[in-house]
């Protein structure tokens, strides 16, 4: 969050704020906004408190709006993913852009570890086989490689 000086006073400048809904069990993400750190802390605090409060199954954040993207950006994203997956949240990234993927791999993002589907309707189908895989008790997310869709 940025402060703009007004005189003697110090105003604090609003914070784009990411919307969740909850659609299919699944909080839903739409990241339509320029990624700021105070944008992307004030998101990840929020969607941990909706996790917890929605009792989601599945988090999916669709990153079709984001234009570009840098590696700080996108790791600050993994954590929050990371986060989500600790509370027991699977999570699923959707929507990346043909150019923001080619500069993340060039910039050497790590990826490994990372869910991500083309679509939303992918990622959708996606988080189900994880969560029929969970519920099942195979525990075994080495298939879902196959499932990957680029």
Do not use: Y
Not at 27 to 39: E, P
Not at 66 to 93: H, K, Q, R, Y
Not at 112 to 125: G, V
């Amino acid at each position: 969050m940025w402060r703009q000086a007004t005189g003697a006073e110090t105003v604090a400048a609003p914070v784009a704020r990411i919307p969740l809904q909850v659609s299919n069990q699944c909080l839903v993400a739409s990241i339509q906004v320029d990624l700021t750190d105070a944008v992307l802390a004030q998101f990840r605090d929020h969607l941990l408190r909706e996790l917890q409060a929605q009792q989601a199954h599945g988090v999916i954040l669709d990153l079709s709006g984001i234009e570009v993207m840098d590696l700080s950006d996108f790791e600050n994203i993994c954590s929050t993913i990371t986060m989500a997956e600790l509370m027991g949240v699977p999570a699923v990234v959707c929507g990346l852009r043909p150019g923001v993927v080619a500069s993340l791999i060039l910039l050497g993002a790590e990826t490994d570890e990372l869910k991500a589907a083309r679509d939303l309707d992918m990622a959708f189908e996606l988080l189900g086989k994880r969560m029929t895989q969970r519920m099942e008790g195979s525990g075994d997310e080495g298939d879902l490689a196959s499932d990957h869709h680029p």
